[in-house]
């Protein structure tokens, strides 16, 4: 076996609720990467030529082996990561589901005939594409990568995984059970951080790059699959607006932002970034939102209150408290939180800020932390234009009673997903295209069975009868 090269250091992993050391593992190096993709590209050709239906049969085994270990897997989620365990549990269940889902999807996934000439049959034939590295992160980090694998497997390709450095074992544990369902190769986990990534992204053997993490990350891969040709799959970090609306209920709008700002301790990818308020219902808006937060606490006992886990580590509480810091010296108003606690771990506690103005670094980029930070506006029109003069482009919530505002919002956003009257929810399956820093792509849904596939397009003309000369 090959061992990682001498430049990467052993990776510590801490609880974040404690500090205390949870394990250690030693990042994949060169050899080991080429060793994984070695085995995927060997293990392609048996894979591809599998019928939908058994490969389907397989992943949906998988399915209820990861279903049956759930509560181990949300408990490992709450140790490497700290999210709390009803929220783990639920990411785990999903990451179920969605395995389930592409096993129905997969073997329906099909091409179309053409309508050419009479004598001729025209098809334009999906197929994988080869050797697909998965590349996720920690914060939904079970159910993100049963995304990306579901997908690839039932499409026919074969995958390195390579979960976040910040939860590794979780990672591991996932996706070997996973594989324990498949023929050797055809999903293989490497351990390690960007370093590894890196490796993997820049693999010439490697067909898909499909990245779900930090905006720096998923612009290091798509320079490093430019070299080699791979396509590039990126769901990037965004900087979601909300926009409450004049007329709403205040106490209802703060529940909202409250919940899209707080959920995963502000750790989601489409958690609530920024708020634009309209001044009609600020002060209403702002007392109910610091009520609101004043509930999410760690260890929630009593009627109303919510877990707040500590955030993934102290270099993440670095980082969030680093826009709060710079936003209170520029002049902004803690109205509660915004301090860092005493004792072990990483939390922060729910923070309301107002006063920001649009150039500070909270209000322009990703903090990833819990932080509602609130712009009190004159009207609906320069909340959106605000909202929406931003390069990232994952997503937007629109709280408003006026149905012209909303679908003024919905149309004008330059966003993949726009939730009206609600902070977080859609139907089942939907998917989006991120735009701008936020990615390029389908990272769900159906839709992502055809980014992992390559349509062909066949032409078949019936040969000649031989002349005899
Ligand atoms: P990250 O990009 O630091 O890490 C994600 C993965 O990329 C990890 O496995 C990491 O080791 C790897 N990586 C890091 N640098 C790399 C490089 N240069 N080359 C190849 N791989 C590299 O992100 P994170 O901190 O784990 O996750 C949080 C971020 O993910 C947030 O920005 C969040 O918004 C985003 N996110 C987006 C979505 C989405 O659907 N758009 C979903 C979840 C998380």
């Not at 605000?386 to 149309?411: I, N, Y």
Request: overall charge negative; glycine content about 12%; hydrophobic content about 45%.
């Amino acid at each position: 076996m090959t061992t990682a090269a001498p430049d990467l250091a052993d990776i510590e992993i801490r609880d974040p609720a404690t500090d205390e050391v949870v394990g250690r593992v030693r990042p994949a190096g060169a050899g080991q990467v080429d060793d994984a993709v070695g085995r995927a590209v060997a293990a392609s050709s048996g894979w591809a030529r599998t019928s939908p239906g058994d490969r389907a049969g397989l992943v949906k085994d998988a399915a209820a082996a990861v279903r049956g270990v759930a509560e181990e897997l949300a408990r490992l989620n709450e140790t490497e990561t700290g999210r709390p365990y009803d929220d783990g549990l639920g990411g785990v269940l999903a990451a179920a589901g969605t395995l389930e889902q592409y096993a129905e999807l997969g073997p329906l996934h099909r091409g179309r005939s053409l309508q050419g000439d009479w004598s001729a049959t025209d098809l334009m034939v999906p197929g994988p594409r080869g050797v697909v590295a998965a590349i996720t992160p920690w914060n939904d980090p079970v159910a993100v990568a049963a995304g990306l694998i579901g997908a690839a497997l039932v499409t026919g390709n074969t995958v390195v995984h390579k979960p976040s450095e910040r939860c590794p074992h979780l990672g591991r544990r996932f996706a070997d059970l996973v594989a324990s369902f498949l023929p050797d190769g055809v999903l293989t986990v490497v351990d390690g951080a960007g370093p590894t990534g890196a490796l993997l992204s820049a693999h010439a053997a490697v067909d898909v790059v499909a990245h779900v993490g930090s905006i720096a990350a998923g612009r290091a891969i798509a320079e490093a699959a430019a070299g080699t040709g791979a396509k590039v799959l990126l769901e990037n970090g965004g900087n979601d607006p909300l926009i409450v609306d004049d007329g709403v209920d205040p106490v209802w709008a703060a529940g909202q932002a409250a919940l899209g700002s707080y959920a995963n301790g502000g750790q989601v990818c489409v958690s609530v970034e920024r708020i634009y308020c309209h001044a009609g219902v600020a002060d209403e808006f702002l007392a109910a939102l610091a009520e609101e937060a004043t509930r999410w606490v760690h260890r929630p006992s009593a009627e109303g209150e919510k877990a707040l886990g500590p955030l993934v580590d102290r270099r993440q509480r670095e980082h969030v408290h680093a826009h709060v810091a710079e936003a209170l010296q520029a002049g902004a108003t803690a109205h509660v939180g915004g301090a860092v606690p005493d004792g072990p771990g990483a939390f922060y506690p729910a923070t309301v800020l107002s006063g920001l103005t649009p150039r500070m670094r909270i209000v322009r980029e990703e903090t990833f932390g819990p932080v509602a930070p609130v712009r009190v506006v004159d009207s609906f029109e320069q909340g959106l234009a605000e909202a929406a003069d931003d390069p990232h482009g994952l997503a937007a919530t629109v709280l408003t009673p006026d149905m012209a505002h909303a679908q003024e919002a919905w149309r004008a956003l330059r966003v993949g997903t726009v939730k009206i009257n609600a902070a977080f929810g859609g139907a089942p399956g939907g998917a989006a295209e991120p735009r701008g820093l936020s990615g390029s792509g389908f990272g769900y849904g159906p839709e992502l069975l055809d980014e992992m596939t390559a349509t062909k397009t066949v032409h078949i003309e019936p040969c000649p009868p031989r002349h005899d000369r």
